[in-house]
């Protein structure tokens, strides 16, 4: 792998993970915005989820078949992999993150329950 080559690569990685952020940045921005119900926030952040899911499948199966194609060294494969797996648990962290944001306790009973039930039981000890 040639210099050129290898700074193509962090530059496309680093670029990844730079729409990652922006992603989780714009759907911060649009709830306080008015735009969408909570629900259409959710189905929003569900679509994106599945989205990033294709994409990410085809951006493994690319590299898989490009390093068997080019016979790439197995720590190279590896590095890969690992880079997509950040990525893979940043983007759905974030994910995460903006539909907990969202939540309110008021509209969870459930959770405020459980959340009682928990402290109670953590007094006990």
């Known amino acids: 792998m040639t210099r050129q080559q290898l700074i193509q690569g962090s ?24 735009f969408l119900s909570m629900q259409g926030f959710c189905l929003l952040v569900l679509g994106l989820a599945l989205a990033k899911t294709v994409f990410f499948f085809v951006e493994n199966l690319t590299h898989i078949l490009l390093a068997t194609r080019n016979n ?39 959770m405020r329950n459980g959340a009682a039930r928990s402290r109670s039981l953590s007094s006990s000890f």
């Open 72 to 110: 790439m060294p197995y720590h190279r494969v590896l590095g890969l992999m690992g880079v997509n797996m950040v990525q893979i648990t940043l983007s759905f962290a974030f994910d995460f993150w903006c539909l907990r944001r969202r939540m309110r306790p008021t509209s969870a009973p459930s």
């Open 11 to 34: 530059m496309r990685q680093g670029g990844e993970i730079a729409v990652i952020v922006l992603l989780a940045a714009v759907l911060q921005w649009l709830w306080p915005q008015g």
